[in-house]
């Protein structure tokens, strides 16, 4: 984070071990923070001093030119059609880029419809500042707009996550702190309440920090559910403020079957949300949220962590809850492997949990890309992550495996990636190689409707 200098005095070393302190606890929790120059995903400092090539002309009201897509709801544990209940598997990217070079819109006219048509990408998370929302900025909202009409225009879902108050700014450690914040959710429910293919997102990273930035302002420890500082000046909920904002947002959003689908994160940098279903901190659980009766509520998680450590998000969706990965990448304390491993965690067994990665960009890694402007795939974190998605393009499709898809794998089995006969829809474990371990997976699904 930026900690801001001292002077070599005795308290400035005082505050400089504080701080160091601080730093290296966030990073045994795996810090991520979308600003410039801070860990491994956040946006170059760089960014912010692009000449924009291609701006959004605003418009009084957003426009729906194409056709709806499906109104999404949860049941079961599930994120299914309204109109039929057949099960919906989300599996797409985060953009940010229009963030960083605000208000130039150009990148993401040109990506979005290479997701949709190349990476076969059904998702998009794309973080939002709360202040130009707040105070109806024509520019912001018209670009808002255009990422609403783009998405659906290519048949995609679209997660609107709150970032922070101004754009491209910090993130602040929980959206209480936020004189906007509520102001900005309602508005945005309010303008977007007839477009299907929204989704809302509460926050994207809660996290214990300093607001403002250290050595300033107040400490806070931000928890699911626990009244204890523990070091800190102040000690905040997130899930009795959730229930607060999802209420106030029900109240202007549509009624049943029509309402959106809201996303809640847990503290830790948006990882931990396990207190939904055990008593963590020993302050009451299970504990989840019951705004409105939980409906089409959905929890997210950043797993930016090895397999050992995902007991603080597995459990909610093995427990029946809905859950959507909105975050993770190759980087850090996640190694390839462990992305490999991710991905197939995430649709084995009984689980079907969605998800986008991070980043679509060759910048504010991990990065998906090598190149943005020829939409080139980073090799092995992008390539293994769009080789997924097409893989499990038709999941959603109740698709029945059987001798079609034997013969397809029998084809390509002992090919690798970049070989001609190689096929990425049969390597069901996107590890580049069509091998023994996807003819046990596709054993596994053989007769089965995904």
Not at 118 to 133: D, K, L, M
Not at 387 to 394: M, P, Y
């Amino acid at each position: 984070m930026k900690r801001g200098y001292w002077l070599p005095t005795l308290f400035g070393l005082l505050f400089l071990v504080i701080g160091l302190t601080r730093i290296v606890d966030a990073q045994a929790r795996g810090t991520s923070d979308h600003t410039p120059g801070v860990s491994v995903m956040m946006a170059p400092q760089a960014s912010r001093t692009v000449t924009p090539t291609r701006t959004v002309t605003p418009t009084a009201t957003p426009t729906s030119v194409v056709t709806p897509l499906p109104w999404l709801e949860t049941v079961g544990g599930r994120i299914v059609r309204q109109d039929t209940g057949q099960p919906v598997e989300l599996r797409g990217v985060n953009l940010l880029r229009d963030e960083w070079v605000y208000p130039d819109m150009s990148y993401v006219e040109a990506a979005i419809p290479v997701l949709a048509a190349t990476w076969h990408a059904n998702i998009i998370t794309h973080g939002f500042a709360s202040h130009p929302v707040a105070i109806t900025d024509t520019q912001y909202l018209a670009n808002l707009d255009e990422y609403v009409r783009l998405t659906a225009q290519n048949g995609m879902y679209l997660i609107l996550c709150y970032y922070y108050q101004e754009i491209n700014g910090d993130q602040p450690p929980w959206p209480g702190i936020d004189p906007y914040y509520q102001q900005a959710m309602n508005s945005l429910v309010a303008r977007y309440k007839n477009n299907s293919n929204v989704l809302f997102m509460l926050q994207a990273e809660p996290h214990s920090d300093w607001w403002p930035q250290y050595p300033n302002g107040t400490s806070y420890r931000v928890t699911w559910n626990s009244p204890d500082p523990s070091g800190y000046d102040v000690a905040v909920q997130l899930r009795p403020f959730y229930d607060q904002t999802i209420s106030a947002m029900r109240a202007v959003d549509n009624a049943s079957p029509h309402k959106h689908l809201i996303l809640a994160s847990g503290d830790g940098y948006g990882r931990d949300i396990s207190p939904v279903v055990i008593d963590e901190y020993g302050h009451g659980g299970p504990d989840p949220l019951t705004a409105d009766g939980g409906e089409n509520i959905v929890y997210s998680s950043h797993p930016y962590d090895p397999p050992s450590e995902w007991g603080y998000f597995l459990p909610v969706a093995d427990a029946g809850y809905p859950v959507l990965v909105t975050e993770f990448g190759t980087g850090g304390q996640m190694s390839q492997q462990d992305t490999l491993t991710l991905m197939n965690t995430l649709n084995s067994g009984g689980r079907h949990i969605g998800w986008t990665a991070w980043i679509f960009d060759d910048e504010g890694c991990p990065c998906l890309l090598s190149d943005r402007s020829t939409f080139t795939a980073s090799n092995p974190y992008g390539l293994s992550v769009r080789d997924r998605i097409i893989a499990e393009a038709n999941l959603g499709t109740c698709h029945n495996y059987g001798a079609q898809d034997l013969a397809a794998l029998k084809a390509a089995y002992g090919t690798a990636r970049g070989q001609p006969a190689y096929n990425a829809a049969v390597d069901y474990n996107a590890d580049g190689r069509v091998n023994g371990l996807d003819l046990n997976i596709l054993r596994q699904r053989y007769g089965t409707c995904q």
